[in-house]
């Protein structure tokens, strides 16, 4: 089991920055790649940003967010950050932090998450 532990949500006006991290524990050494996703009222959740870990590609950026979210990780702290700059209204989600077996490849063409966490609210003001 791999647990993971997001934290740095909040309130920031639009054009803001907001650092989302995410604190991952257990049998970390058994995933390749991590990634963020979102959810806004009404939508599926759609994937953000993946990165590998120990395999995999390079990381993969969602249209929407690519040029203004940098996701990166700390190995030695087994944590994973997301970046947010010039934030926009339509950025208000709920941004989960997820875990996969599978590499970087996979994830970014729709593969399965085999671990996530609870939701961290971001919403952004205009």
């Known amino acids: 089991q791999v647990q993971l532990v997001e934290s740095g949500g909040g309130l920031v006006q639009a054009g803001g920055s907001l650092r989302l991290s995410c604190a991952a524990s257990?049998?970390?050494?058994?995933?390749?790649?991590m990634a963020w996703y979102r959810q806004a009222p009404g939508k599926q959740r759609d994937l953000v940003a993946a990165?590998?870990?120990?395999?995999?590609?390079?990381?993969a950026y969602a249209d929407s967010v690519r040029g203004r979210f940098i996701i990166s990780r700390d190995n030695a702290k087994n944590t994973l950050y997301l970046q947010m700059n010039s934030l926009k209204p339509d950025d208000t989600a709920v941004y989960y932090c997820?875990?996969?077996?599978?590499?970087?490849?996979?994830?970014?063409?729709?593969?399965?998450?085999?671990?996530w966490g609870q939701g961290t609210q971001v919403t952004v003001s205009s």
């Open positions: 997820g875990a996969a077996r599978a590499p970087v490849r996979a994830v970014a063409t729709g593969g399965g998450v085999d671990y």
């Open positions: 257990g049998s970390i050494d058994s995933i390749s790649t």
């Open positions: 990165m590998p870990i120990t395999f995999g590609g390079g990381t």
